[in-house]
């Protein structure tokens, strides 16, 4: 009497290898090796870690950079948000708040305002506040062509920023690694202080 194996199958003791010829015996020794050699990639994945994607460093845009750019509107803008980060940098946050705000309204398509109005409040006591400025940057930016990565590091750091200090720890650190990768020399402390903005 025959003993069954799994699935009706004869068990392993009375199968006969006998009826595989020697191309099928061959591909499932390959089948097991390239099984082994999966499961051991596998295993060095799991102790080594994914390797990080390599990011080339930027020089990450200044406001004062941007003083002579665009129409007399833009440029009064600007005057206005280097003046904010002027007084932020002194500790008037109440001027600075008003400077930012006054440059958007003078020029409400003004990402930079929006940007610098967002880390006036990543500074403050409710950091969350910071993150549909950066919303409105990112949409003007990408509108009006002008993303980059000099100006794309401020966006990823300052949301890792908001992110971090309002209990999304986590996530805030992803974006605060990114930033630090792009511009170790600004965000390596995970921070963007008023005069590194300006």
């Known amino acids: 009497m025959r003993s069954e194996g799994f699935a009706g199958r004869p068990a392993t003791s009375e199968r006969r290898v006998t009826d595989a010829g020697p191309l099928e015996s061959l591909w499932g020794w390959a089948r097991a090796a390239i099984l082994g050699l999966l499961i051991c990639a596998g295993l060095a994945c799991a102790l080594v870690g994914p390797r990080e994607a390599r990011v080339d460093p930027v020089e990450p845009l200044r406001m004062s950079q941007l003083l002579q750019e665009g129409d007399a509107a833009r440029r009064a803008s600007q005057r206005l948000i280097v003046e904010g980060l002027d007084a932020d940098t002194l500790g008037e946050h109440a001027r600075a708040r008003a400077s930012y705000e006054r440059a958007i309204q003078v020029d409400a398509t003004n990402p930079y305002a929006y940007l610098a109005l967002?880390?006036?409040?990543?500074?403050?006591a409710r950091p969350e506040q910071a993150l549909p400025f950066l919303d409105q940057a990112?949409?003007?930016?990408?509108?009006?062509?002008?993303?980059?990565?000099?100006?794309?590091?401020?966006?990823?750091?300052?949301?890792?920023?908001?992110?971090?200090?309002?209990?999304?720890?986590h996530e805030g650190i992803v974006y605060l690694e990114q930033a630090r990768q792009m511009a170790p020399d600004v965000w390596g402390d995970g921070r963007l202080a008023p005069e590194e903005l300006r």
């Open 118 to 124: 967002a880390r006036h409040h990543v500074d403050g």
């Open 138 to 169: 990112r949409t003007l930016l990408e509108m009006q062509g002008a993303d980059a990565p000099e100006i794309e590091v401020h966006l990823v750091g300052l949301r890792g920023e908001a992110l971090y200090a309002s209990g999304g720890i």
